[in-house]
């Protein structure tokens, strides 16, 4: 597949390893989890891990390895990112890539699971939505004796890597707090409604998204009325939070500033679009998530920011690991995302396609005390126990 046009430039992602007592990892041919960049590997240094790999874990087939890679939903621009940048360096590795869709379904993902041990692939990709299938499917991978990697929503016996969920949410909430006053000034802005796409269906991680956009957002603007924050169930969908967001308008006064984010850039724009069909654009601003919607970022003047996860950029990452793992190295158990603010002023930073117009509206500065806060409440929360692996430290 073609290679992403996304630049070199943009911010690096970082593995974190979050165990205690984790080993770390040796450097393998160039790929050093605690210190690797997020550029893209060469071939020949591919085609060693998997040299490597093969004398400690050969091929089932005994020819070359066969990688599943499940993907969330394969019409995403997000997933469609994801894809491309996990096929380019399977590609460039010498690994057979078998792809299937799990269409935003638990069930699909399940039956999934197991087309792929009828496979008999060597190692699995997983990028599935729903929290409460996860144990399921990772069971069938745990009884084939197939290792995985599991995208932004965690499973049993998975490595994590994805998005850094308490960081993401609080940089954008926090943005979009800096935005309000900076667009409405404080006392309109404490008057405005804070309205929240969320995706309850992915559990406890990808809540910490959302979380995270209410802590932020608070940090930001202080005092704000907690009753004219609202949130809406997206589905992950466009057209589900356009929908939900149409019924949000309607308990919301006309002439208040509204506020919008959500757990991804497709949920912000159906609730983008939605206001604006409303005839309410004037009031609103909106920052995403993710930053994949780069043509909507750069041309909607209501969509300000979006907080970058860079989905190009993954493949980078979880082919290597992979290798390291069917290597039989000591591997991290859980690994994120470095995030960026990405705005029509610095869009040309993280994609060619587009040029950086204008200046920044306002200075962001990421609030580091205020997140250091919020984050050591995240690690005293007994309700989070079970997941401390998969906190981020810092």
Known sequence: ???????????????????????????????????????????????????????????????????????????????ILTERGIQANADAAGIDLAVADNRLDGPAALANAQAFVQQRVDFVIEFQTS???????????????????????????????????????????????????????????????????????SGVILALRTRGQLAGFNAAVPGFPADHIVQIDTKNTLQESYGQMIDALAHIPRGAPIFVTAVNDQAALGMLRAVKSAGRADDLIVV????????????????????????????????????????????PSAAFVHHAMVTKANICKYSRKFRCVGKEAFTYVFPQAAYARYLAGLHADPLLDSYSALLPKS
């Not at 990892?25 to 160039?30: Q, R």
């Not at 609080?170 to 309000?180: E, I, K, V």
């Not at 008057?191 to 929240?196: E, L, P």
Request: proline fraction near 6%.
């Open 131 to 201: 929290a409460s299938f996860g144990p399921a499917i990772a069971k069938v991978f745990k009884d084939a004796g197939i290792k995985v990697i599991a995208i932004d929503v965690p499973m049993p016996e998975s490595t994590y890597f994805g998005v850094d969920n308490p960081r993401l949410g609080f940089m954008t909430g926090s943005y979009l707090g800096s935005a309000a006053l900076q667009a409405f000034g404080k006392a309109k802005a404490l008057g405005g409604y804070f309205v929240v796409g969320a995706l309850p269906q």
């Open 1 to 79: 597949m073609k290679a992403s046009s996304v630049s070199g430039k943009i911010a690096t992602i970082a593995l974190v390893f979050c165990l205690g007592g984790a080993a770390p990892a040796a450097d393998f041919h160039g790929f050093d989890p605690a210190r690797f960049d997020g550029e893209m590997l060469s071939v020949p240094q591919l085609k060693a891990m998997v040299a490597d790999a093969e004398k400690r874990t050969p091929p089932k087939n005994g020819k070359r390895y066969v990688f599943g890679f499940a993907n969330l939903q394969r019409d995403i621009v997000f997933c």
């Open 288 to 331: 995403g998530s993710g930053a994949d919607e780069v043509q909507a970022l750069a041309t909607e003047d209501r969509l300000v920011a979006s907080t970058g996860s860079f989905p190009e950029r993954f493949g980078n990452d979880v082919i290597p690991l992979a290798l390291d793992e069917l290597a039989q190295n000591a591997t």
